[in-house]
């Protein structure tokens, strides 16, 4: 049974940062792609950040140049490094696994919220 467990999410306020955590067990962690998605209230998902199995990132235009996806193949574990996060970040965060066959798998999402 694949499991995604995130970490991390808290209030912190504007400017600040945070790390989000998601560790994968129940799956080969090294093949797959690791990914963040967010949804705000009344809004749709959307895709924050990604992380291939040979660890190519990419990263929504909002979010470049603030936040760092990385990975540690060795601990199953995939990292969002959240930097001058905004009010506008606040959202639940989703950890997303896909495997080769593009089968996706997902967390049980974890709330940020940025606010003084």
């Known amino acids: 049974q694949v499991q995604l467990v995130e970490s991390g999410g808290n209030l912190v306020q504007p400017g600040g940062s945070l790390v989000l955590s998601c560790t994968a067990s129940?799956?080969?962690?090294?093949?797959?792609?690791m990914g963040w998605y967010r949804q705000a209230p009344g809004k749709q998902r959307e895709l924050v950040a990604t992380i291939t199995s040979g660890g190519r990132t990419s990263y929504t235009d909002s979010v470049k140049g603030r936040f760092t996806i990385s990975r540690d193949n060795a601990k199953s574990t995939v990292h969002l490094q959240m930097n001058s996060l905004k009010p506008e970040d606040t959202a639940v965060y989703y950890c997303n696994a896909e495997t080769p066959d593009r089968y996706m798998y997902w967390g049980q999402g974890i709330q940020v919220t940025v606010s003084s």
């Open positions: 129940g799956i080969i962690f090294r093949l797959v792609a």
